[in-house]
């Protein structure tokens, strides 16, 4: 279908505002707020590219035996001072110690070291380090080796600084310790330069346990074999526990300091990675979330996400371990899944809107979509109503009924050359009409493919369709050309203009609600008689509206505008309320007379409706078996299951259940027989010639037979002279109403009647 502009100017504006609200998510990742999400997708950064130790460093670990050999602690410098022997004559490249030697101890010990690292000639590194004076203490004091162990030694920085969540995650290049820069382990090792306090991330890729170890009592003991450590770097530090020198590290868990030095060392050997700038990420992760904005199905929408995290992901991985720079990958992932979040959200903004635009039966636009889009100024609109809907809906059904109404669009659109055809109403369908063409031949061509047949299931339907014309901004206006339509018996109507009808109808409805508050609303009753007995047996109550303005205001004007604004309800509560009152006092005086009320179609399905009948009910004294409800022959059709679940409820209070105006419907016997029916009431149009033509009597005689076969009792309405009541009495219908009998009279004026036939028989 395709889109107005202002669709499509929606649609635009809310894919700038993903994206704008994505970049602006993704600026606040920059700022800290992503931290948790980069910390916790560190296990994907380094666990799906695990890979071994190079071996160029080998760590000479001071592990749990050989402190249980020693016994003793700090050890004795004697023991440093054999292994480095050790190590030198094996041909190690370097020997760097993780271990505090700043403090002095046993002169001949560190005789014994400091002879040892002469004897090495430079091959030696110990440790400096810089440490907090004391937890109340900000300053920070520097620890370095005795100076005897300097002239024949490199310094080098050991320091660990942990992120503010305890976890290791990158190493310094160098440090400065008191007032000298001095290079960190692992550079030294590495044979990288940096800047002092510039850090690097460490690869925690690499599986410690691939960083090959030696025991510090095997070398001490000379029980290694020399090409272990031959031109390799050696790393002599603790790992056993109780020597406490561990730390918690990113991915890897605890790990021994030692153990992360020789991982920093590592990672410089391929290179000093770098750390890439977030804002570099936040573009790519934008231009990679732009396609999944203008996904339009669901698959390509997944396909896109999904492509888009995966080629994220591996740029900034391909980065990471081919390029050595390590870009923030948070920020993309939530760029990326806020783009998507939003766009879902949109889409189910739109569905919902969508629905909300859609005429569920047909899958048609419906009127609030034919007002969204009817704005253009100067459009003119046709409305194409169906006549015979209802007549189509028995023969159909609501299938194929649909399928015809689909069938008449589909000739809509290819007449007037515009796909959008909308279903404002259950019988009206509207189009747009094309504003460079005379509207006179638009109409010839709408005629020409309308009255031709629609096929259905392989029938041919015919649509009984006239077509009203206004501007667009005018749809009821056409709707009531389309009626004048139907008046005139033309094709189609122009509308006029003339509103005063609809005008008065809508203020008439505006006074209804204040008209039953104000006494205006009366009940007349219209009597009934037993033509067995001659006697009043029922009576039919009939609404009155006497307006302090327009006087006495016909039943056939206010009461269709009260069904269709949904004010029938009220006003039939308050005739229901009204006959119980009149009833209980006729009761009363000794009158057993039946009191009929009409009930709409619409209120046999109303829950709210059917539940104030039974209150009122239940207040009153006036039992069931005093009251009838009347209905129509169509609102029992159309919806029977419905109606015959209301009506047995009303049946099982004791209220009777007439069908008014029968014969002028589509009942079937069916219907007949399955409704809960007491009476019927034959319609006028049929009874009041019924003693003159002998179609009539032939009907009305043959509708009697029926209902009494059926155990119903039968009323005649419009009995207007002597001839026909007569009539009616020989083929034994059981009672008469109509203006002969009497017209609807006052509550008084029936009181009065009742009390002069009881007169005349006493």
Known sequence: MRLPPLRLRMRSRSSLFIMLAAAALGLATLTGIGGAVERALEPLRFGLFDKAASGRTVVVEMDAASAAEIRRWPWPRGHYATVIDHLRRAGAASIVFDVDLSASSDPAEDARLAAALARSDGLVALPTFSQQASAGDRRHLDALPPAAFRDHAALVSVSVAPDTDGLVRSMPLATITAGTPRPSLSSYIAARQGVADESFPIDFSIDPATVPRLSFVAVEAGRFDPAAVRGRNVVIGATAIEMGDRYAASYRGVLPGVVIQALAAETLFAGVPGRGTGVLTLVVSLLLALPIVHARRVAAFAQRFVAGVAMLFAAVMAAQHLLLVHYPLATGLLVIASVAALCVARDIVRRFRAERLVDEPTGLPNQRAFLADAAEPGATVAVVQINNLETLSAVLGTDQLVQAILRAAERLRLASADDRVYRVRSHHLALLLP???????????????????????????????????SAADDLAGAALAAEAAVHDGVFWRRASGERDGLERAVSLMGELDAALGNGEIEVHYQPKLCLATDRIASVEALVRWRHPVRGFTPPDLFIPLAEQTDRIGPLTLHVLTTVLRDTSDWRARGHRVTAAVNISAKLLAAPDFIAAVDELLA????????????????????????????LNHYRERGIAVSMDDYGTGQSTLSYIRELPLNELKIDRSFVQHAHERSDDAALVRSTIELAHTLGLKVVAEGIEDAANLAFLKSIRCDYAQGYFISRPITVTALLVLLQGEAAAAA
Do not use: N, W
């Not at 009153?620 to 078996?625: A, H, I, K």
């Open 619 to 646: 207040r009153s004294d006036v039992p069931g078996e005093a009251l009838i409800f009347e209905v129509t022959e169509s609102a029992a059709m159309s919806d029977h299951a419905t109606a015959v679940a209301t």
């Open 435 to 469: 504003a460079d063409q005379p509207v006179e031949d638009t109409m010839a061509a709408l005629r020409a493919v309308l009255l031709e047949p629609v096929e259905v299931a392989g029938r041919k339907v015919d649509l009984a369709v006239v077509v009203g014309v």
